[in-house]
């Protein structure tokens, strides 16, 4: 059971005795260390399992909950390139978008599994008894920019790799030329690279939950011991 927003409410009622109380109400043998190392390890695994998939080819574009879609600015060009019979040409803008995000994360997963070792002795029992993603959003929460300012240039890279610059480029130059049509100069790097940050956590908080949830997803002796605690 999950207990902790009682226990911050505790916190400031009761006596230092009264927490010691409620504290020993964990499992005896499971240490700061142990949790520490199970969130770790489930965050891998999430890493392992999913992400690395969404570096193979289709791996956003075929996942309906991760595929990079067009940015406000670059909806209207979609729409009217369709409008006047470009749809071929709207239709490889969107994957190669997609191609560029996918290409980025098969180099960035290093940074990625460095990034889990993030998760101190002193936050482990409070992400532990947290919500079903609180895991994940520590990781972003503390990773996120860094990881932003490590992933932008392999997506721009990336960009340029899978032809995506070109194709954009041709895309926005012939959407320009259209009579009533305003401008546009998205930023695609920085879009893309937000977008692929996201569908990262995302496919991690997928895992999570789901070892969070179901005891057979728990495949190692430590993540059976170290979740066993926020199940009561």
Known sequence: MKKITVLLSLFILTSCAELQTIASQFPQGVTDAEISSGLR?????????????????????????????????????????????????????????????????????????DAVKGITFADARNILMG???????????????????????????????????KVWKNIIERYNSLPLSSDVNPDLPDYVTNEALDGVFVMIAKEEKEIRSNISARTTDLLRRVFAVQDR
Not at 80 to 99: M, S, Y
Not at 133 to 154: C, D, G, H, M, V
């Open 41 to 113: 390890q489930a965050l891998q695994f999430g890493i392992e399992k999913e992400v690395i998939k969404l570096g193979e080819d289709d791996g956003f574009f075929s996942n309906e909950l991760v595929r990079i879609g067009l940015p406000p600015e670059l909806q209207k060009v979609d729409r009217t390139l369709r409008d006047v019979g470009l749809d071929a040409l709207a239709d490889e803008g969107l994957r190669v978008l997609n191609r560029a995000a996918e290409d980025a994360v098969s180099e960035a997963i290093p940074v990625f599994a």
């Open 131 to 165: 919500g079903e993603n609180a895991a994940t959003l520590y990781l972003s929460n503390r990773t996120k920019q860094e990881l932003y300012n490590r992933f932008n240039p392999i997506i721009s890279n990336s960009l340029d790799k899978v032809g995506a610059t």
